[in-house]
């Protein structure tokens, strides 16, 4: 098994959406916010070679979206999916698998773009399986009024158009265990339903996808949960009995969203769960 960081772009959001209750005396010290209150994040996907399948965990915002659209999301950088991939000697048309963690527009937007002629949708990967769960699949299709306006319909019912689209059996418990894609997945509810996190038993290491579990190292401290999660306290008991686990285990925990830190592990402190070290992919991955 090889990994790859799939770097997809950039953006910026709100601070204290990001943070929910949490004051911006505390949260800016770890994620400093522009003169507008925007805080720097990143859309980090994650590429899984295992013999002859390469399975793209999330897909970032995609770009057929309007200058208008992208207007509110302050995007920087140069990266993008398909340099990504270029770096690694991979194209789109090689990807087998593509995991969809849930249905938020800047987790599988880049999943469906423009046709030739910009008449319509395709599927930005044409030979691969689109997984979600059927439970999170009913969700985003008849979305709550809190999530409408992430749960885009270009970015979804096209999947379903394309005939991709295959479903990961839900377990009894919340982890499924030693899934059809290679590797282990945990069930989250709190941000939005039925949330999908890979863990990655990769060597001597076991590496988690943290998707919206943990956006960045500021969100380590128990309360400090996103404005965005349906539902706060539920996010709040996962993050606390998964953090537990992390320490226990030495998890190391790869970071989507946080810009400046791209893996890590966790330790016990007095102050409950917090950032142990700091490592790059490529000291990770090597």
């Known amino acids: 098994m090889k990994l790859y960081p799939i770097n997809t772009g950039n953006f910026k959001l709100d601070g204290g959406a990001m943070f929910g209750v949490v004051p911006k005396l505390l949260w800016q010290k770890t994620n400093p916010a522009d003169q507008n209150n925007m805080i720097d994040l990143s859309a980090r996907c994650l590429l899984i070679e295992d013999g002859k399948r390469l ?12 200058d208008k659209f992208f207007g509110y999301y302050n995007l920087w950088g140069n990266d993008s999916i398909d340099k990504s991939l270029n770096k690694y000697g991979f194209n789109k048309d090689d990807i087998t698998d593509v995991f969809m963690t849930h249905l938020h527009f800047d987790h599988c937007g880049g999943s469906i773009q423009w046709n030739k002629n910009r008449t319509g949708y395709e599927s930005a990967f044409k030979n691969a399986r689109f997984w979600s769960n059927e439970d999170h699949w009913l969700w985003a299709t008849a979305p709550n009024k809190r999530e409408k306006a992430s749960f885009l319909k270009e970015n979804i019912f096209p999947i379903e158009d394309s005939g991709q689209l295959k479903f990961v059996p839900i377990p009894s418990g919340d982890v499924l265990k030693n899934s059809e894609l290679g590797f282990d997945v945990l069930f989250a509810n709190g941000h939005t339903d039925k949330q999908m996190i890979p863990i990655i038993h990769y060597k001597d290491k076991i590496i988690v996808f943290m998707a919206d579990l943990l956006p960045t190292v500021g969100h380590l401290p128990l309360p400090y949960v996103m404005g965005y999660d349906t539902r ?8 606390e009995r998964f953090l537990n686990k992390a320490a226990d285990e030495n998890y190391y925990l790869f970071l989507e969203h946080d810009a400046h830190h791209e893996i890590i592990t966790v330790q016990y402190t007095d102050k409950g769960v917090r950032l142990k070290n700091s490592f790059s992919c490529e000291e990770i991955f090597k």
């Open 55 to 66: 399975t793209l965990i999330d897909t970032g915002m995609g770009n057929k979206q309007s």
């Open 232 to 239: 706060p306290l539920l996010t709040l008991d996962e993050k």
